[in-house]
């Protein structure tokens, strides 16, 4: 059978077109959407360079997509499985045998879901007799394996004891993620054989949703939110009574009221409308009051505002639902067109879930006093735009109500946020300074399937100007500040903890993934480079493609280097430390096409030489995350520049606070860095970065079609780790480099360079683990090595900031700027020069030319700088004196010529002196 790629480059769409019957007035023109009355063609037919074949697009929906697509898109089949299979049989395909897949063990819930599946008929009569789901939607749902039947009775019960069991219809859950069963639940045809007992469930119960098409939740727009199975069949039938699974509107179940479990993410992009169980309140105990369903909604709206998904409740508070407690109930009575009416009957108020009436028997989402209890049943919000009541008496017509506009948009939720200090969030430790903010969460116009964050300072709380710069249109700004204050009385709804990191950081105590959407940032655009970002998710499978496609497309494993230190980042927050990276290669060696290839790959941004032209800009480039940034040619840059860049990669390799401006915002410089271009100024960097350069290995390229490195899914494999184990792992790793470095033990920054390289291996064994690549692949330890003593020997004589300084000093000397006094001189046979270190300071501190090298120098003192050449054995008499144009100077140090031509410094001899030499 041809694969799905295959199918895509051989046929012509517009010969599928005209076989799948669709009118094309124009022969040169668009075609006629199939499934709606489209006066203008919509859809068009073109080539799509970057994929390789052709593509269609219907431009009044958006929808798009390839040859299998539009065979869906034009309903002859369900699903992709059966697209293919229409294809194969429209154009005549071979249909190649296909080699068995290896027997994959079932487990036993999925044994079972099969098995109840294959007579799912059995469940028909039940589901449309008693239920009033329609037959349709039954076909539509029994094509998508949303319910199957089971009979089971236990042997060593009754008929009427609890748990004897009985005919039943069965509802299997499975992971979002990897399609496995992870329970089922079951709903018996009488529960008096069961003791009464009308539901079981076996497997997961929390945690796990109910989606009874997972299809149909990928491609809606609004998703209903109910408690059980039944209920989600009773949405459906609502907005799709004739089962076609084409809607924009499908339901799920939470199957029970543990919403707390579940992870709402997947639903991010949404609306999600509420309509749990219309429970009375509990009459006696320590609940009285309380109402198990509505409550439980609450908790749904309050987790979906955090991650700013558009939450509605249905509003319950009508005649239509007395004596009716779900879905299914009011489906029966009233029938599919008014509950879709009613699932779009959304509660009025300020907040969901608090009714103006203020029922006293019932327990209150928000308590107000009496004085904002008098105004808040006034206020009424519409999905995007809040109004108010204004009250007018006449004699006329009496009391009328009648409504003001407030505001353009809708307050979905203003909660307290707690922000863990950076200190906690980078070390894990208590935190003792943390910071309390406002996080306000709105609906407007423009977003219906998202909500807009912003985050307040208390003293913003009122400020009109604020919310206006946010929000939208204030119309009347006493009504609104009067509403905030009633808001304010809300703000422990939904109130939270967070941390402001992008990246892997440390959470009370444990390791997390946090996400730009994460984060309450005051000001997120400068506060961090990644403050909307997502990363990409996917398997193993195919960070194994990843990591095979970049060991090809360099030798010597240069670009997978590249790739592991991108990814081995996120284990700053364990380690303390990460290394930057500089990438060099000269003119045309693929170093632009190989980064282009990574920022897709990870999601990481390069930013330009241009958007780093400020110290300001440096530093909000590399703030809050440990994500990886990249600056681009920073050698074309002025020195300035590069010296406050050199400054800033300094306080990064590890991490430093910061404040900057009036309001004194906070800034985490944190991220790793990566330097790009033929010479990069790191001079002073040497031992924070590892390198690789790309001249004269280029290899196959990367493939367009690669998929992205699934980022979340290896952070999330990461904060499985504790601090201790990750730190165990990085020494096992600093003593296998250690027995294989070449630097001599005392070497103090070869070590370091030597830990630094650490740090990548710690990385290349963790992904080997991540994705069962085996950490012999490609060679790449034998190429890390090799690239760590090359590293090492050529850059033996730059490590030391005194040899930056006698550079300095000796080109000084040979262009005659040096103006105190010098010598060279035979000490014990040596060849000396005799200079005083106060004099080489003071020179390079007090010169015009040289304030810029001064000032990026890490030593600046005398002192240190002859600890350091005495360290270096290059002095070989210190306290030396000499007679020097009829003064005698007193204080030289005498540095060995030949000790210091060891280290690449040939200071330039008088003729005089060399003969003396030749004479010896």
């Known amino acids: 059978m041809a694969s799905a790629e295959k199918l895509k480059e051989i046929i012509d769409l517009h010969d599928l077109a005209h076989r799948l019957g669709m009118e094309r007035p124009d022969p040169d023109g668009n075609y006629r959407a199939p499934n709606r009355k489209d006066t203008h063609p919509s859809v068009s037919v073109f080539h799509a360079e970057q994929a390789g074949y052709m593509m269609w697009k219907d431009h009044a929906t958006g929808e798009r997509g390839s040859c299998i697509d539009l065979v869906l898109y034009c309903g002859r089949a369900d699903d992709a499985s059966e697209a293919m299979k229409f294809l194969h049989d429209e154009y005549d395909l071979p249909r190649d045998e296909v080699a068995p897949l290896p027997i994959q063990h079932k487990t036993q819930l999925e044994w079972l879901a099969d098995k109840q599946f294959a007579v799912a008929n059995d469940a028909r009569a039940y589901l449309i007799d008693q239920r009033g789901i329609p037959e349709a939607v039954i076909d539509y749902l029994q094509k998508r394996g949303a319910f199957g039947f089971s009979d089971w009775t236990n042997p060593e019960k009754s008929p009427g004891d609890l748990g004897y069991g009985g005919p039943a219809v069965s509802f299997p859950t499975r992971c979002l993620f990897s399609g496995e069963v992870v329970g089922i639940d079951y709903r018996f045809f009488d529960p008096a054989l069961n003791g009464d007992l009308k539901t079981k469930a076996q497997g997961e119960k929390r945690g796990y949703p109910y989606v009874p098409d997972p ?168 999905p995007d735009f809040t109004s108010y009541l204004k009250i007018v008496t006449n004699e006329e017509e009496g009391e009328q109500k009648i409504p003001q506009d407030v505001c353009s948009f809708r307050i979905a939720g203003l909660s307290k946020v707690t922000i863990s200090s950076a200190q906690s969030a980078m070390t894990g430790e208590a935190d003792l300074q943390p910071t309390k903010v406002y996080s306000a969460t709105l609906q407007t116009p423009d977003s219906p399937y998202e909500l807009t964050r912003f985050v307040l300072k208390r003293e913003q709380l009122y400020n009109i100007d604020v919310w206006r710069r946010v929000g939208g249109g204030i119309f009347n700004p006493g009504r609104f500040s009067r509403m905030i204050s009633i ?229 999330h494999y990461l904060t499985n780790f504790s601090r201790p184990q990750i730190k165990r792992a990085y020494r096992e790793c600093i003593q296998y480099l250690n027995k294989h470095c070449m630097a001599k033990p005392d070497d103090n920054g070869a070590n370091r360079m030597r830990d630094n390289y650490a740090c990548l291996l710690l990385a290349w064994k963790l992904l080997c683990e991540f994705t069962g690549v085996a950490t012999n692949y490609g060679h790449f330890i034998n190429d890390l090595v090799a690239e760590m003593n090359l590293h090492i020997s050529e850059t033996s004589a730059e490590r030391e900031p005194w040899v930056w300084i006698l550079e300095l000093i000796l080109g000084e000397m040979d262009a005659g700027h040096f103006r105190h006094p010098y010598a060279f001189e035979w000490i014990d046979g040596e060849l000396c020069l005799l200079i005083r270190t106060s004099h080489i300071m003071q020179h390079i501190s007090q010169s015009p030319a040289l304030k810029a090298k001064f000032d990026s120098l890490p030593v600046k003192s005398d002192r240190v700088l002859k600890k350091q050449l005495k360290g270096a054995n290059v002095v070989m008499k210190d306290g030396y004196e000499k007679t020097i144009n009829g003064k005698r100077v007193a204080n030289f140090v005498a540095l060995g010529v030949e000790n210091l031509r060891e280290f690449g410094l040939f200071p330039t001899v008088p003729e005089d002196v060399r003969e003396k030499e030749t004479n010896q």
């Open 215 to 382: 299809l149909a939740l990928r491609r809606a727009k609004t998703v209903i939110v109910v408690e059980s199975a039944i209920n989600t069949f009773s949405a459906i039938t609502a907005f799709d009574p004739n089962g076609t699974g084409k809607g924009t509107t499908t339901a799920i179940a939470t199957r029970g009221l543990a919403v707390e479990d579940i992870d709402w993410r997947f639903l991010r992009g949404k609306k999600v409308i509420c309509c749990f169980d219309n429970d009375a309140p509990i009459e006696k105990g320590p609940r009285k009051g309380h109402r198990p369903g509505p409550e439980a909604s609450w908790i749904v709206h309050e987790r979906c505002t955090a991650l700013n998904i558009p939450c509605f409740l249905v509003n319950q508070a009508n005649g239509k639902w007395d004596d009716l407690n779900d879905v299914n109930d009011y489906l029966k009575k009233h029938g599919p067109d008014l509950t879709k009416y009613m699932l779009l009957h959304h509660e009025p108020w300020l907040v969901f879930g608090q009714e103006g009436e203020f029922e006293n028997s019932q327990f209150k989402r928000l308590p107000l006093p009496e004085h904002d209890q008098y105004l808040y049943w006034l206020y009424r919000v519409k």
């Open 487 to 715: 808001l304010e009385r809300a703000t422990h709804i939904g109130e939270r903890n967070a941390v402001n990191f992008v990246g892997l950081a440390w959470h009370n105590g444990q390791a997390i993934l946090n996400e730009g959407p994460d984060c309450y940032f005051t000001d997120p655009v400068q506060q961090c480079p990644y403050h909307n970002l997502q990363f990409p998710s996917g398997t193993p499978e195919q960070g194994t493609r990843v990591i095979e496609a970049y060991h090809a497309t360099f030798k010597q494993n240069a670009a997978l280097m590249l790739l592991v230190w991108g990814l081995g980042t996120h284990l700053k927050t364990f380690l303390g430390l990460w290394p930057h990276y500089t990438l060099q290669s000269d003119k045309g060696s693929g170093k632009s096409t190989l980064i282009k290839a990574l920022e897709r790959t990870i999601a990481f941004t390069m930013f330009s030489g241009q958007s780093l032209k400020t110290e300001f800009r440096l530093l909000t480039s590399i703030s809050h995350t440990s994500h990886p940034v990249g600056w681009e040619e920073l050698s074309a840059q002025g020195q300035g520049i590069i010296d406050k860049a050199v400054a800033q990669l300094q306080e990064s390799y590890q991490y430093t606070i910061t404040r900057r401006g009036t309001d004194m915002t906070e800034f985490l410089s944190v991220a790793p860095v990566l330097l790009a271009g033929e010479d990069v100024p790191v001079q002073s960097l040497l031992g924070k970065l590892v390198r690789s350069d790309l001249t004269g290995r280029k290899g196959e390229l990367i493939p367009d079609e690669l998929p992205r490195f699934p980022v979340k899914n290896w952070i």
